[in-house]
């Protein structure tokens, strides 16, 4: 008899209505996603504005809704005005975070009108590395401010005459970091970001700023950071930043499956370290949390050092991780955990969308390709939106190396009250055991098994590539559901999207 686990599922145990922007994306100027990635003039597929027409049917399919851009590192030494006006006039720059010639071909207006054609919104991240206050004001003028002033005219001469309105900026990124240009300590950043989101808020009150949290759990200044910065930021910042990677180098899958309760951890810790700061200060306002770059980061590290020891190379293949099955079920749990935390989680990016680290994958003569990564992300962004209900789980357990026990089983839930149709996203991270899933789910009164999605490969290290999707979803025969119950076997090593429907709609 194999494995069984039980869950309580009702309309009642709500979590949050799910802020669309978790299932947001980044595009960075690095590598080949903005060069040879989303833009590609003279590629067969290439549209008016030179970006590729067979990406951006990929982004679309993903439905990104907000993208966060242009970095990153890169951010921390961009001159924003090399990046507008007339094209040929650009100049050259010295590219220091990843040691590449920025040409400044893409800038801000072209990525603005990629963005639109990918149907997602800018998420702009600001230079508070090597610049600061009057810079991002200047920015912030140019993008937002309907005209009559300096550099609003300035957007009008550059051929946008209507303000682009973008409303979530980063106030810079990873600035804890020793790795970044004009690293700070927690006391300078959190009394620049006061002051930058002070003055920023006078020009357009109705953006939304996020601050730098810790660039990862592991910093040595980790929770103390986001305690410094919010003490000094905290009335003036409406989120606050998460960044994380996972990589399986020990070559422990199990292990490495069990990383998503790290990212539990990470944002359990950050929430209470946010609400510690609003206790101090007696605030009535709850701080957000901003996830803005996740995913599997390592497969391409060495690769990497070789491509950096001969530097200045215009779009050279950077951290282009050719992800694997297994990459494909963390990123499921990661995503899983997000939708349980998505009371606090309203922002969320997977770093990057193409090319680099990046779902989608590009040929330069050739086509486009969704790696194995794709199909979770692309899973929860179609059925994960709605409203997060708490699945009450239990779940056998399995013995790993780093994490000690770990739960089988993982699962989060998504009502569509619009559509009505429940779905229960769930990872099978035993890779030995089979595991039975029982649901009382019957406060869902006529509601009848629709579909069983499922992601599966007996090797966890299958990968796809151009023209070749080894790893791919189908439809299964593995739900029944009867009075109220369902039934459902969740395979060892499997992603599973099983959706529920009120009857009459099938
Ligand atoms: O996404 C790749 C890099 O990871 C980003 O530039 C940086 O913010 C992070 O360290």
């Given at each position: 008899?194999?494995?069984?686990?039980?869950m309580?599922?009702?309309?009642?145990?709500?979590?949050s209505?799910i802020?669309q922007?978790?299932y947001g994306s980044?595009?960075?100027?690095?590598?080949?996603?903005v060069y040879?990635g989303i833009?590609?003039p003279?590629?067969?597929?290439?549209?008016?504005?030179?970006?590729?027409?067979?990406?951006?049917d990929?982004v679309r399919?993903?439905?990104?809704?907000?993208?966060?851009?242009p970095?990153?590192?890169f951010?921390s030494?961009?001159?924003?005005e090399?990046s507008?006006g007339?094209v040929?006039?650009?100049?050259?720059?010295?590219?220091?975070a990843?040691k590449?010639l920025?040409?400044n071909e893409?800038?801000l207006?072209?990525?603005s009108?990629?963005?639109?054609a990918?149907?997602s919104?800018?998420?702009m991240?600001?230079?508070?590395?090597?610049r600061?206050i009057?810079?991002?004001?200047?920015?912030?003028?140019?993008?937002n401010?309907?005209?009559?002033?300096k550099y609003s005219?300035l957007?009008?001469?550059?051929?946008?005459?209507?303000?682009?309105g973008?409303?979530?900026?980063c106030l810079?990124n990873?600035?804890?970091?020793?790795?970044?240009?004009?690293?700070k300590?927690?006391?300078e950043?959190?009394?620049?970001?006061?002051e930058?989101?002070?003055?920023?808020k006078?020009?357009?009150p109705s953006?939304?700023?996020v601050?730098?949290?810790?660039s990862?759990?592991?910093?040595?200044t980790?929770?103390?950071?986001e305690d410094q910065?919010?003490s000094r930021?905290y009335?003036?910042?409406?989120?606050?930043s998460?960044?994380?990677?996972f990589g399986n180098?020990?070559?422990d899958?199990s292990?490495f499956?069990?990383?998503?309760d790290?990212?539990?951890?990470?944002?359990?810790?950050?929430?209470a370290?946010?609400?510690?700061?609003?206790?101090?200060?007696?605030s009535?306002?709850?701080m957000y949390l901003?996830?803005?770059e996740w995913n599997?980061?390592?497969?391409s590290?060495?690769?990497?050092?070789?491509?950096m020891?001969?530097?200045w190379?215009?779009?050279p293949?950077l951290?282009?991780?050719?992800y694997n099955?297994?990459?494909?079920?963390?990123?499921?749990?990661?995503?899983?955990?997000?939708?349980?935390?998505?009371?606090?989680v309203?922002?969320?990016?997977l770093a990057?969308?193409?090319n680099?680290?990046?779902?989608?994958?590009?040929e330069v003569?050739g086509?486009a390709?969704?790696?194995?990564?794709?199909?979770?992300?692309?899973?929860?962004?179609?059925?994960g939106?709605g409203?997060?209900?708490?699945?009450?789980?239990?779940s056998?357990?399995?013995e790993?190396s780093g994490?000690?026990?770990?739960?089988?089983?993982?699962a989060a839930?998504?009502?569509?009250?619009e559509k009505?149709?429940?779905?229960?996203?769930a990872v099978?991270?035993?890779?030995?055991?089979?595991?039975?899933?029982?649901?009382?789910v019957?406060?869902?009164e006529?509601?009848?098994?629709?579909?069983h999605?499922v992601l599966?490969h007996s090797?966890?290290k299958?990968v796809?590539?151009?023209?070749?999707e080894h790893v791919?979803?189908?439809?299964v025969?593995?739900?029944?559901?009867?009075?109220?119950?369902l039934t459902?076997m969740l395979?060892?090593a499997s992603w599973n999207?099983?959706?529920?429907?009120?009857?009459?709609?099938r």
């Amino acid at each position: 008899m194999s494995r069984q686990a039980k869950m309580i599922l009702d309309r009642a145990f709500r979590i949050s209505e799910i802020d669309q922007r978790i299932y947001g994306s980044f595009i960075e100027h690095l590598g080949r996603a903005v060069y040879n990635g989303i833009y590609q003039p003279g590629h067969p597929s290439a549209n008016e504005d030179g970006f590729r027409r067979d990406v951006i049917d990929l982004v679309r399919e993903l439905q990104v809704p907000i993208v966060r851009y242009p970095g990153g590192n890169f951010v921390s030494n961009f001159y924003w005005e090399d990046s507008v006006g007339p094209v040929n006039e650009r100049p050259h720059r010295l590219e220091l975070a990843w040691k590449s010639l920025e040409k400044n071909e893409v800038g801000l207006h072209e990525f603005s009108k990629w963005a639109k054609a990918a149907g997602s919104e800018v998420m702009m991240a600001l230079n508070l590395g090597t610049r600061g206050i009057s810079d991002a004001c200047n920015l912030l003028e140019y993008c937002n401010h309907p005209g009559k002033t300096k550099y609003s005219d300035l957007r009008i001469r550059h051929g946008q005459k209507e303000p682009y309105g973008f409303k979530t900026w980063c106030l810079g990124n990873e600035m804890d970091g020793p790795w970044q240009m004009g690293h700070k300590t927690a006391e300078e950043y959190g009394r620049l970001a006061e002051e930058t989101a002070k003055a920023m808020k006078l020009i357009d009150p109705s953006i939304e700023l996020v601050a730098c949290g810790s660039s990862n759990r592991d910093m040595p200044t980790y929770a103390l950071w986001e305690d410094q910065v919010l003490s000094r930021a905290y009335e003036y910042v409406d989120y606050l930043s998460l960044h994380t990677y996972f990589g399986n180098r020990a070559g422990d899958s199990s292990d490495f499956l069990a990383k998503s309760d790290d990212m539990d951890a990470f944002i359990r810790e950050i929430t209470a370290t946010c609400d510690y700061v609003k206790a101090k200060k007696r605030s009535k306002k709850k701080m957000y949390l901003s996830f803005d770059e996740w995913n599997v980061w390592y497969h391409s590290n060495s690769a990497d050092e070789t491509i950096m020891s001969r530097p200045w190379q215009t779009a050279p293949s950077l951290l282009e991780d050719i992800y694997n099955f297994e990459d494909a079920l963390l990123t499921g749990l990661m995503l899983i955990v997000l939708l349980r935390h998505s009371d606090r989680v309203r922002i969320a990016c997977l770093a990057q969308l193409v090319n680099v680290i990046a779902p989608i994958m590009t040929e330069v003569n050739g086509g486009a390709w969704r790696q194995t990564i794709f199909y979770p992300f692309l899973h929860a962004s179609r059925y994960g939106r709605g409203t997060a209900l708490w699945p009450i789980l239990s779940s056998p357990e399995h013995e790993t190396s780093g994490h000690g026990p770990v739960t089988d089983v993982e699962a989060a839930a998504v009502y569509n009250g619009e559509k009505e149709e429940l779905t229960i996203f769930a990872v099978n991270r035993n890779l030995a055991e089979d595991v039975a899933l029982t649901a009382d789910v019957r406060s869902f009164e006529g509601f009848a098994a629709a579909e069983h999605i499922v992601l599966e490969h007996s090797d966890l290290k299958a990968v796809n590539g151009a023209g070749q999707e080894h790893v791919k979803p189908k439809s299964v025969n593995r739900t029944a559901m009867d009075n109220g119950t369902l039934t459902a076997m969740l395979n060892k090593a499997s992603w599973n999207v099983i959706r529920l429907r009120r009857e009459e709609r099938r």
